[in-house]
T-cell receptor
Framework: QKEVEQNSGPLSVPEGAIASLNCTYS??????FFWYRQYSGKSPELIMF????GDKEDGRFTAQLNKASQYVSLLIRDSQPSDSATYLC?????????????FGAGTRLAVHP | DAGVIQSPRHEVTEMGQEVTLRCKPI?????LFWYRQTMMRGLELLIY????????DSGMPEDRFSAKMPNASFSTLKIQPSEPRDSAVYFC???????????FGPGTRLTVL
């Protein structure tokens, strides 16, 4: 089992719709969770981080965390074509005596006009 | 703030040659990370430094890879000898705290022929 799992997509949504991106993780002790956005040919950039169970909202983005289910999601409201990118879920994972940021493979989102 | 700076942005070399990638972290950041990204394996952590000291190099694929951080503002990742399977985008990232937001550089796209 991979430490961080995401559906590779592509997830295709119409402009204005809600895009829902999901991520599961294996380390029950993980405490910190991040969503990065990566445009094609560019570097990852942080969109949201969440540490506590529940929802965290920032503009059109909402991160949701359920530690009991080991599940974290990202909702994008009023999706725009400019949101088309790969979204990487990342989790702080304790391994080999160290905390590491482990990335999922990413979900490709395509927002069509 | 100039952000994380990497050079070169693109590198094309022949198998067997030595390759050196360079990174300048954000000033004041104590942690520096080297990642490799490929389509097959996604974004993988190779090594990270804290206060110029290598902390975890378990992600370094083999002895052909080495990394140094001689001072707080400069790090290198060296591959010697390079092989075609090393072709990837190599990212450097830095953060002020280990479990905090990581800021990525623009990456170096390496092609080994």
């Amino acid at each position: 089992q991979k430490e961080v799992e995401q559906n590779s997509g592509p997830l295709s949504v119409p402009e204005g719709a809600i895009a829902s991106l999901n991520c599961t993780y294996s380390d029950r002790g993980s405490q910190s969770f991040f969503w990065y956005r990566q445009y094609s040919g560019k570097s990852p950039e942080l969109i949201m981080f969440i540490y506590s169970n529940g929802d965290k909202e920032d503009g059109r983005f909402t991160a949701q965390l359920n530690k009991a289910s080991q599940y974290v999601s990202l909702l994008i409201r009023d999706s725009q074509p400019s949101d088309s990118a790969t979204y990487l879920c990342a989790v702080i994972h304790f391994s080999g005596g160290y905390n590491k940021l482990i990335f999922g493979a990413g979900t490709r989102l395509a927002v069509h006009p | 703030d100039a952000g994380v700076i990497q050079s070169p942005r693109h590198e094309v070399t022949e198998m067997g040659q030595e390759v050196t990638l360079r990174c300048k972290p954000i000033s004041g950041h104590d942690y520096l990370f080297w990642y490799r990204q490929t389509m097959m394996r996604g974004l993988e952590l190779l090594i990270y430094f804290n206060n110029n000291v290598p902390i975890d190099d378990s992600g370094m694929p083999e002895d052909r890879f080495s990394a140094k951080m001689p001072n707080a503002s400069f790090s290198t990742l060296k591959i010697q000898p390079s092989e075609p399977r090393d072709s990837a985008v190599y990212f450097c990232a830095s953060t002020a705290r280990r479990a905090d937001t990581q800021y990525f550089g623009p990456g170096t796209r390496l092609t080994v022929l």
